[in-house]
């Protein structure tokens, strides 16, 4: 059972596990390199679609450093995850981020970053869709992997947003070192 939730966990996380484990069995390194600088676009400041960015953020940090307390927070009760095949995903993924620890040795993700975020407000639909940049370390070298991605945030009954829909193309390993 634990071995299915961190597979899980794997996959809402980074599906490029795979594509990182292929490179390392064959022991190709990678040598380009991202910017760890987080991105806050100055045309949004002052305007209602920085809240946006800023939650995206805190979502981002909160899968980074699975915590399960602004996880709560920040995905709605019947939160749809594509790929997903459970029907209680907020459940599960808070599940997960609880277990996740016990195989930090195994597999971790270091950082989440988003780039190039466009808003999109619809009264109380908001659409944030961009790039994503995982960055995890595994016990035989470290790598990180992008995708593009999209987040729907809708108003909770008590006016708090939260993510209800989370969707990413496949993810594409861009940079991998073994130790």
Do not use: C
């Not at 794997?10 to 490179?23: C, E, M, R, W, Y």
Request: neutral net charge; charged residues 25%.
């Amino acid at each position: 059972m634990q071995k299915a939730v961190i597979l899980l966990l794997v996959q809402v996380f980074i599906v490029a596990l795979l594509v990182a484990d292929t490179f390392a069995q064959a022991k190709v390194a990678v040598t380009t390199t991202i910017s760890r600088t987080r991105e806050f676009d100055p045309v949004l400041k002052g305007k209602p679609e920085q809240e946006f960015e800023t939650l995206e953020h805190k979502l981002s940090d909160a899968f980074a450093s699975y915590d399960v307390k602004a996880l709560e927070q920040l995905l709605g009760k019947n939160l749809e995850v594509m790929g997903l095949t459970t029907a209680d995903a907020k459940p599960f993924i808070l599940g997960m981020a609880v277990e996740a620890e016990k195989f930090a040795k195994e597999y971790k993700v270091t950082a989440v970053e988003k780039t190039g975020m466009r808003i999109r407000m619809l009264d109380d639909i908001v659409t944030v869709s961009g790039r994503i940049f995982i960055d995890y370390k595994k016990e035989n070298g470290s790598g990180t992997s992008v995708a593009n991605f999209m987040n729907i945030w809708s108003r909770n009954k008590e006016g708090n947003w939260q993510v209800i829909a989370m969707s990413t193309d496949g993810q594409k390993l861009i940079h991998y070192r073994t130790i």
